[in-house]
């Protein structure tokens, strides 16, 4: 059984920055992949970025250059860095990590004013 926490979320001006990080407990070596995703009321979730168990990285173009994904294995943590905000960034940011099955966190709420 894996779970996940996310924290860094709040209120920020558009242009700012915030720094999620997803802690892990419980056993995720092996993991495929770990990842984040956002989500607005009305719209399905889409993936904002990952990071496989190679160290690889994706991102949805609309962040590229301003988002950034890492992750401590020692640590059993992800961080999403997201540089110069925008208001359609404004979203719940899950944590997800895929190991064997798929496990997500209860999300962090986002808010980017303009």
């Known amino acids: 059984q894996v779970q996940l926490v996310e924290s860094g979320g709040g209120l920020v001006q558009a242009g700012g920055s915030l720094r999620l990080s997803c802690a892990a407990s419980?056993?995720?070596?092996?993991?495929?992949?770990m990842g984040w995703y956002r989500q607005v009321p009305g719209k399905q979730r889409e993936l904002v970025a990952s990071?496989?168990?190679?160290?690889?990285?994706n991102y949805v173009d609309s962040v590229w250059g301003r988002f950034t994904i890492s992750r401590d294995n020692a640590k059993n943590t992800m961080d999403l860095q997201m540089n110069s905000l925008k208001p359609e960034d404004t979203a719940v940011y899950y944590c997800?990590?895929?190991?064997?099955?798929?496990?997500w966190g209860q999300g962090t709420q986002v808010t980017v004013s303009s």
């Open positions: 997800n990590i895929v190991v064997g099955t798929e496990y």
């Open positions: 990071i496989n168990r190679l160290g690889r990285k």
């Open positions: 419980g056993s995720i070596f092996g993991f495929t992949v």
